[in-house]
């Protein structure tokens, strides 16, 4: 039977970047991906600051320039509650978050994922497509069966890598909980071109009656869009006028740039999905560990996905660079990442009760909210956690006494 130091479960942006980061040290990596084609899943093409910095630490940043990767230095943030012209006088410069990185760093998922899974091989990883995994054997002597065709392959190794997303087997297979909070309103996304007239380096966010969107440009007149709606809103933009709907959202008199969205074309499926956070206490067991969204993922309505698969990657990497490799090894990268993700999901819950709730009262909160940060800018150090990683704030930041304040309770 074949061996292998470690078999990567997943090959999307966390499995096969770690099996980049690897295989580029000499580890023998097999790397099994189920799909052959990747396809526009609408997620994972906004990298923070932060994150970019983390792909800089694990050597894939020029990679991922070179595969087109298109950076973001301006932002505004619109709103119902002020003018267009209040709202871009505030325009902020992304550039101040990460040192030496310009802003967000954007590239397309599918073309993401093929670039560091062909990246991966280059440097020496086993890579299998179409590889439907039968079993995942955790413990002292892990294993993985997988299918390739009508064929049966099984392999052992040293450590099982789980980078198969939300729905992980490897996670199942190691007995390792999984938490949810509750949904708290709808997401939906859609990959946009023909959006010329949209600024190429504007990222812009914005508020208005019963719709928060979300625009980050991929260059060439290519946008991804998001936008979120209330709950009880499910069948909002079902259906096959569901992508006209939706574009018709973005028309906002707040934002009035917005019609070079409204006005654009569709060039992917529109899918909606709920926002909330899931985590792990322990994202590793014997002969286990997990990255990515199989590790517990963080409210998409910050956008920090990449950002958190990336430093899951540096820290694991950096780990399996140690002869030890037991279950003790990692408990370090489970203290970090717990910390982590708390805080931001304190960021999520403030970000969706700022920008994703809807009414008089929210429209009024939000007002309030803009007029005292003014004055008082550690009332925005949520945003600052978002775009600079979680540990630029203090930690006085994530308490509920401060949530408080923000959100003008008393």
Same mark, same amino acid.
């Given at each position: 039977?074949?061996?292998?130091?470690?078999?990567?479960?997943?090959?999307?942006?966390?499995?096969?970047?770690?099996?980049?980061?690897?295989?580029?040290?000499?580890?023998?990596?097999?790397?099994?991906?189920?799909?052959?084609?990747?396809?526009?899943?609408?997620?994972?093409?906004?990298?923070?600051?932060?994150?970019?910095?983390?792909?800089?630490?694990?050597?894939? *940043?020029?990679?991922?320039?070179?595969?087109?990767?298109?950076?973001?230095?301006?932002?505004?943030?619109?709103?119902?509650?002020?003018?267009?012209?209040?709202?871009?006088?505030?325009?902020?410069? /992304?550039?101040?978050?990460?040192?030496?990185?310009?802003?967000?760093?954007?590239?397309?998922?599918?073309?993401?994922?093929?670039?560091?899974?062909?990246?991966?091989?280059?440097?020496?990883?086993?890579?299998?497509?179409?590889?439907?995994?039968?079993?995942?054997?955790?413990?002292?002597?892990?294993?993985?069966?997988?299918?390739?065709?009508?064929?049966?392959?099984?392999?052992?190794?040293?450590?099982?890598?789980? =980078?198969?997303?939300?729905?992980?087997?490897?996670?199942?297979?190691?007995?390792?909980?999984?938490?949810?909070?509750?949904?708290?309103?709808?997401?939906?996304?859609?990959?946009?071109?023909?959006?010329?007239?949209?600024?190429?380096?504007?990222?812009?966010?914005?508020?208005?009656?019963?719709?928060?969107? /979300?625009?980050?440009?991929?260059?060439?007149?290519?946008?991804?869009?998001?936008?979120?709606?209330? /709950?009880?809103?499910?069948?909002?933009?079902?259906?096959?006028?569901?992508?006209?709907?939706?574009?018709?959202?973005?028309?906002?008199?707040?934002?009035?740039?917005?019609?070079?969205?409204?006005?654009?074309?569709?060039?992917?499926?529109?899918?909606?999905?709920?926002?909330?956070?899931?985590?792990?206490?322990?994202?590793?067991?014997?002969?286990?560990?997990?990255?990515?969204?199989?590790?517990?993922?963080?409210?998409?309505?910050?956008?920090?996905?990449?950002?958190?698969? *990336?430093?899951?990657?540096?820290?694991?990497?950096?780990?399996?660079?140690?002869?030890?490799?037991?279950?003790?090894?990692? =408990?370090?990268?489970?203290?970090?990442?717990?910390?982590?993700?708390?805080? /931001?999901?304190?960021?999520?819950?403030?970000?969706?009760?700022?920008?994703?709730?809807?009414?008089?009262?929210?429209?009024?909160?939000?007002?309030?909210?803009?007029?005292?940060?003014?004055?008082?800018?550690?009332?925005?150090?949520?945003?600052?956690?978002?775009?600079?990683?979680?540990?630029?704030?203090?930690?006085?930041?994530?308490?509920?006494?401060?949530?408080?304040?923000?959100?003008?309770?008393?």
């Amino acid at each position: 039977m074949a061996r292998h130091d470690v078999i990567i479960v997943g090959g999307g942006i966390g499995g096969s970047a770690l099996a980049a980061v690897l295989a580029g040290r000499g580890v023998d990596v097999l790397l099994l991906e189920q799909s052959e084609v990747y396809e526009d899943r609408v997620r994972g093409e906004w990298i923070a600051p932060w994150g970019v910095s983390e792909t800089k630490r694990v050597g894939l *940043y020029d990679v991922l320039m070179a595969a087109g990767g298109h950076h973001l230095t301006r932002h505004i943030t619109y709103d119902e509650s002020r003018t267009p012209a209040e709202a871009e006088a505030r325009t902020l410069p /992304l550039s101040i978050f990460a040192p030496d990185v310009p802003g967000p760093l954007c590239i397309g998922n599918p073309h993401h994922c093929q670039t560091l899974f062909d990246e991966a091989v280059r440097r020496g990883a086993q890579g299998r497509r179409g590889a439907q995994v039968t079993a995942v054997q955790a413990g002292a002597s892990p294993r993985v069966s997988w299918m390739e065709g009508d064929v049966e392959h099984s392999a052992d190794c040293r450590l099982i890598v789980g =980078a198969d997303g939300r729905t992980s087997a490897v996670r199942e297979a190691a007995g390792i909980k999984l938490h949810q909070d509750k949904p708290h309103h709808w997401f939906a996304g859609l990959l946009l071109e023909g959006a010329h007239d949209w600024p190429d380096d504007l990222q812009a966010i914005g508020t208005e009656g019963d719709f928060n969107f /979300l625009a980050f440009p991929q260059g060439g007149g290519r946008v991804r869009v998001y936008g979120g709606y209330p /709950l009880e809103q499910k069948r909002r933009f079902a259906g096959p006028d569901g992508a006209k709907a939706f574009l018709e959202a973005f028309r906002m008199d707040s934002a009035p740039l917005n019609a070079a969205l409204a006005d654009a074309t569709p060039a992917g499926p529109l899918l909606s999905y709920f926002n909330h956070d899931s985590w792990t206490d322990q994202p590793f067991g014997e002969g286990v560990v997990l990255v990515g969204d199989a590790a517990g993922w963080n409210d998409p309505i910050v956008g920090l996905g990449l950002s958190i698969t *990336y430093r899951d990657v540096r820290i694991v990497s950096d780990i399996l660079q140690g002869d030890d490799w037991s279950p003790a090894a990692f =408990a370090p990268y489970a203290e970090e990442r717990a910390e982590r993700m708390r805080r /931001l999901r304190f960021a999520a819950s403030i970000t969706s009760a700022l920008d994703c709730e809807f009414g008089d009262e929210a429209k009024a909160r939000r007002r309030d909210h803009f007029e005292r940060t003014g004055a008082d800018p550690s009332l925005g150090a949520h945003g600052f956690a978002v775009m600079g990683g979680p540990e630029m704030a203090p930690p006085e930041i994530f308490t509920e006494e401060h949530r408080a304040k923000v959100l003008g309770a008393h």
